[in-house]
Each structure stands twice: as C-alpha cells, then as structure tokens.
C-alpha cells in the first residue's frame, strides 16, 4: 500500500504522509501516515479455484524452440477490499480526503503482483487510461490447475508485449530490441534489473459465458466474449506529449494484432466453427483457432481493407512509427537482421492476402489439413507446426471494412480478408509452398 501510494505523490506529499529524507532541512523524518494493509470484505472470493497458473512463452513463441515451464500463483477472484489507513496526527476532513483520493489514484495503477498484466485492477481507471478498444471474440479458454476454463486478461498483455518485440526486431538489434519492450511492458533481465513498464492491460468482460467444447470422451474449455472492453494503462507519471505518443504507438499494435491474429489459445488458427465447420463434424476432433472482432463503436480502429493495397500503406506507417520509436528513444536502426524465428522484417517474414466473399470461402484452412495441390501437403510440417513446435504460420480471417469520406468505417457484406502469414525457412516444403502460393488468387503484400 505504502508503495503504491507513494509514486502518486508530489514530494512534499511524499516527505509529509510517507517520510524519507528532507533535503531542505537535511535530516530524516518518519511520514504521518500509517498503511494497515487490505482484507477481502466477504468471503465470496473462496469460491473460486484459487490456485492459477503463469506460463511465460515468450521465447518458445517467437524467438525459438526453449522449454518452457508453467508456474503456480495465488489468484482471489474479484474481491472487495477493505484498506485501513490511520495517522499519528489530528488531520481535518478536507486534508484526509486528498490522503483518499491518492489513494484511489495510486489504486488506478493495481496492487499485488503481475498489474501490468490486468491481475490486481479496479473497475474504473479514469487517470491511467490511454486507450479503450471494444473488443468481441472466441475461442479456446486457459484452464486452471482443476481444469476449470478462464478467461485471463494477460492474454491481451501477452499478444501485445510479444508483437511489440517482433516489430522492434525487424528495425534493430536484439539487444536493443529487448530493452525497448521492457521499457514499454516491463520485466526482467538487463542491465537495469526489474523494470516497471510504461503500459498495461486491464480488461472488463462486459458480456461473456464459458462453456466448453467436447470432443469423443474429451473436453476443452472456452469462452464467447460478446462484449469487452480493454483499457491500455499508462503505468508511470508521463508529460500529455509522451502519453499521447504512447497512445499512438498503443494503437498501431493493436491493430497490428488484430488484423493478422487474436488473442489467447490458439491465436495463430482462424476458428474453426466459423470457418471450417466441416472439420468438426460429429465432434471427433479437438476445436483449434480463435476470432476476434471490435464490438460495436470500436469499428474505427479496423485498418481499412477495401484494397489489398491498403495493408501495404498500413505496414509502411507501422513501420515508420516502430522506426521513429527506436530512434526517439537513443537506440539505432540496423541493417542486420535478428535470427529470431518471427522478426517482422522483409527478408523474414511474408504476407498474402486475397478477398474471401464470406465465412465459406476460406482457402487456406483445408490446406492445413490436406493437400493443397495433388499429393503435396504442409500439414503436420515446419510451417504448421505440431505439439512442441511452434509452426511458422499465422492464419486470420479479417472482417472487411472501407473508410467512408467522413471517417467512418462501414462493413463490407459478410467478406472477409484471409491472410496468410509466413516466416520462411529453407525447407524444401515450403519453398514449393510459396511457389504456389504465387500461382493462386493470393496477393503478396509489401512490408517495407
């Protein structure tokens, strides 16, 4: 609590409720303060499964194949606490509702441990806010250690933070590339230890049911999320300037992430009751891929795709602002590329893309199961992947919009864009994958 209050106030506040060290006097002085700590009200936290998991996936997801290994944590689910905050002075009522209002302010920020991953925040968040994306979507679920499904807010930090790193990799090195993520997400490693981010998630499921799917004798949680909403935090004191620079480069991620991905389980697959039902069928195998949209009001974050071409002006003002970024922040571009296997990079990383006219007329999903010409096939290959191996494909289905002249998006019938993302390797399957690829209605889409 005493932290937390502390980094909301102004030094003079600081020395006055919180104690330290008083330059102007030069001395040590004990703060007015006392922080009691906090207590779930009721018991209704207990009945939740309390036992959660953390399972960091970073370098398994992007950088390469290390093991990886899931940790235990403690999670109260939605409490009310109760804080005690007492003084060794007699303070007047106006002077102890600004000790609150710090209070309530420093809460904005969460408390306990993993906020910046939307563990330990508050409903309302009307000073930390940067951004707010009405978001809907569905998919698979996590599943705590009892099997029970959940729908985690990290998801959202972790499609961000990881997309974050794999742009910033594609503009400078390694080393640089990893700082900056940890600048603006947090953690550990590097020369300056433990890092407090600059942003964080938090997230309201306005409108959203769990259930779960089942396959033969088997079964597998998820969650159909009507309406949500997800607050990008500002986690530090910042100018109005740089919050509005943290906003901006908030939004390019975001529909970075949405236009070739989702969130969650399953991110890099499109869902396959929407789009390939067929594979489904008398529930003989397990459910893959997720899809995510903006929910209503939201629709102007969606990068117009009324032409192909219109993705290409989008990667080139995303790589301009990922550039800008690095520079602004004393790192230097390289002409060197990283050995990541998903540097977004040009010489790394392809994108195709063609019109799909509806929810039918998914191309690539069968190929991921079959041949995609005669005998030939990726399933079961590098690109694809298998249990313990991340493929080197990415597969969305992106609801298609056109800006109107007034600024407003409006959607297109039931079409969709289906891309196709692919970080080569040398193999000889997808050598001749990309070969046809060339062949088919699929357009390749320029990444500068």
């Known amino acids: 609590m005493k932290g937390a209050f502390l980094r909301v106030c102004t030094p003079e506040q600081a020395i006055r409720y919180c104690g330290g060290n008083n330059k102007k006097e030069n001395t040590t002085q004990p703060g007015i303060l006392r922080f009691h700590g906090g207590y779930p009200k009721d018991a209704t936290w207990k009945d939740e499964e309390l036992v959660d998991v953390v399972h960091p996936q970073a370098d398994w997801q992007l950088k390469d194949n290390k093991s990886h290994s899931a940790f235990i944590q403690i999670s109260l689910h939605q409490p009310t606490l109760v804080f005690g905050i007492s003084c060794s002075k007699q303070l007047d009522e106006s002077e102890w509702d600004t000790i609150w209002g710090l209070w309530e302010k420093a809460l904005e920020r969460g408390i306990g441990s993993r906020v910046s991953a939307g563990y330990g925040q508050p409903v309302k968040h009307p000073e930390t806010k940067l951004l707010t994306v009405g978001l809907k979507g569905q998919g698979l679920a996590s599943q705590l250690i009892n099997k029970t499904g959940e729908f985690r807010p990290n998801m959202f930090k972790a499609a961000l933070r990881g997309h974050t790193l794999r742009l910033f990799a594609g503009v400078t090195d390694e080393d640089s590339a990893e700082a900056l993520t940890r600048e603006l997400w947090g953690g550990f490693g590097g020369k300056d230890g433990a890092v407090v981010g600059l942003l964080g998630i938090a997230f309201n499921p306005v409108d959203l049911e769990m259930d779960e799917y089942r396959y033969r004798s088997n079964s597998m949680p998820i969650y159909e999320l009507n309406n949500g909403a997800l607050h990008i935090l500002c986690m530090r004191p910042v100018s109005d300037e740089y919050k509005n620079e943290l906003r901006s480069l908030a939004v390019k991620l975001v529909q970075f992430s949405l236009l070739l991905g989702g969130f969650g389980k399953s991110w890099r697959r499109i869902d396959h009751r929407l789009f390939f039902p067929d594979y489904l069928d008398n529930n003989y195998k397990p459910m893959i891929g997720c899809h995510w949209e903006h929910a209503r009001g939201a629709e102007k974050l969606y990068v117009p795709t009324h032409r192909i071409e219109n993705i290409n002006t989008f990667f080139k003002s995303l790589h301009e602002k990922v550039n800008n970024w690095v520079i602004a922040h004393g790192k230097k571009p390289s002409a060197g590329i990283s050995k990541w296997r998903e540097t977004w990079h040009s010489n790394q990383v392809q ?98």
């Open 351 to 448: 994108v195709w893309g063609r019109v799909a006219e509806d929810a039918d007329d998914s191309l690539a999903v069968r190929w991921f199961h079959g041949a995609y010409k005669d005998s030939k096939s990726i399933k079961g290959s590098i690109l694809t992947g298998k249990i313990g191996q991340i493929g080197r494909s990415w597969h969305r289905m992106y609801p298609r919009y056109s800006k109107l002249k007034d600024g407003t998006m409006r959607r297109m019938g039931d079409k969709y864009i289906e891309l196709l993302t692919i970080f080569p390797d040398s193999s000889d399957t997808t050598k001749e994958f990309l070969e046809f690829l060339g062949k088919t209605e699929f357009q390749k889409i320029i990444i500068p």
